[in-house]
């Protein structure tokens, strides 16, 4: 199995910016994507950015293209999303997703393995 434990939310200012955090663990032997997704209050969770474990290769939502840059620690136990530029449309739960799909997808039912998110509240 594969355990996901996001960090570094909390509360930013329009135009500010924050970084989150993502530690992995267990069985990624297998896993080919991690991505960020989010959910903000009475909408589906929709996925913001997604990179490739093996090459790097990185892929965004047009909502955040530009904004926000996700990448992974060189020991691949660890995904970050910095997040410049932040405005309130950003305000969301953020959650770190993994799976074992190759290709370039936000997909949510790709994704297998979850943590439990963390809040981002940007006011």
């Known amino acids: 199995d594969v355990q996901l434990v996001e960090s570094g939310g909390g509360s930013a200012q329009a135009g500010g910016s924050m970084r989150l955090d993502c530690a992995v663990s267990g069985d990624t032997a297998s896993v080919y994507s991690m991505a960020w997704f989010r959910q903000a209050p009475g909408k589906e969770r929709e996925g913001v950015a997604r990179?490739?474990?093996?090459?790097?290769?990185?892929y965004y939502a047009d909502s955040v293209k530009g904004r926000f840059t996700i990448s992974q620690g060189n020991s691949k136990n660890s995904l970050y999303l910095q997040m410049n530029n932040l405005g309130p449309e950003d305000t969301a739960m953020y959650y770190c997703?993994?799976?074992?799909?190759?290709?370039?997808?936000?997909?949510?039912?790709?994704?297998?393995?979850w943590g439990p998110g963390t809040q981002v509240t940007v006011s």
């Open positions: 997703a993994a799976a074992r799909i190759g290709f370039p997808s936000l997909a949510r039912y790709l994704y297998e393995h």
């Open positions: 990179i490739n474990t093996r090459y790097g290769v990185t």
